[in-house]
């Protein structure tokens, strides 16, 4: 067993669907539904166990399909967020991973892309003061 710790990233997570931000205009002045194909990342932390794979990129996979897309995968967002941003979605999908992985795997990361160019990246709570200094 190697002691050796490796970051993994799996960027080809994707899903379409739909939503509109709320008072996106000023107060009662929503925006029109539309939809995306969001794309995310999620970025994972482990040490290298006896077979030499942090995570099997199946399982990996697996466990994103089963927790992620299958709830979002042409939804309307709306009906699961109360304002379903970039950045709430983040948190929503960091807070159904971060604990669906073997104990010896740390969620490091998460970014959603609502297009090309706009993405949100979260990493976990932490102190307001911490988070505007790092």
Same mark, same amino acid.
């Given at each position: 067993?190697?002691?050796?710790?490796?970051?993994?990233?799996?960027?080809? @997570?994707?899903?379409?669907?739909? #939503?509109? +931000? !709320?008072?996106?205009?000023?107060?009662?002045?929503?925006? &029109?539904?539309?939809?995306?194909?969001?794309?995310?990342?999620?970025?994972?932390?482990?040490?290298?166990?006896?077979?030499?794979?942090?995570?099997?990129?199946?399982? @990996?996979?697996?466990?994103?399909? #089963?927790? +992620? !897309?299958?709830?979002?995968?042409?939804?309307?967002?709306? &009906?699961?967020?109360?304002?379903?941003?970039?950045?709430?979605?983040?948190?929503?999908?960091?807070?159904?991973?971060?604990?669906?992985?073997?104990?010896?795997?740390?969620?490091?990361?998460?970014?959603?892309?609502?297009?090309?160019?706009?993405?949100?990246?979260?990493?976990?709570? &932490?102190?307001?003061?911490?988070?505007?200094?790092?």
């Amino acid at each position: 067993m190697s002691n050796e710790i490796v970051k993994l990233s799996e960027e080809e @997570f994707v899903f379409k669907a739909k #939503h509109h +931000i !709320i008072d996106r205009f000023g107060p009662g002045k929503h925006e &029109k539904p539309h939809s995306h194909n969001y794309r995310f990342i999620i970025s994972l932390e482990g040490v290298i166990p006896q077979n030499g794979m942090v995570i099997d990129f199946a399982d @990996f996979k697996k466990i994103v399909n #089963h927790n +992620i !897309i299958q709830k979002l995968e042409n939804k309307d967002l709306n &009906k699961r967020f109360a304002q379903p941003s970039a950045e709430n979605i983040s948190v929503w999908i960091w807070n159904n991973l971060v604990h669906k992985f073997p104990a010896r795997i740390t969620l490091k990361k998460v970014t959603v892309y609502e297009k090309p160019g706009s993405a949100v990246t979260y990493k976990g709570k &932490k102190k307001m003061m911490e988070s505007i200094w790092m």
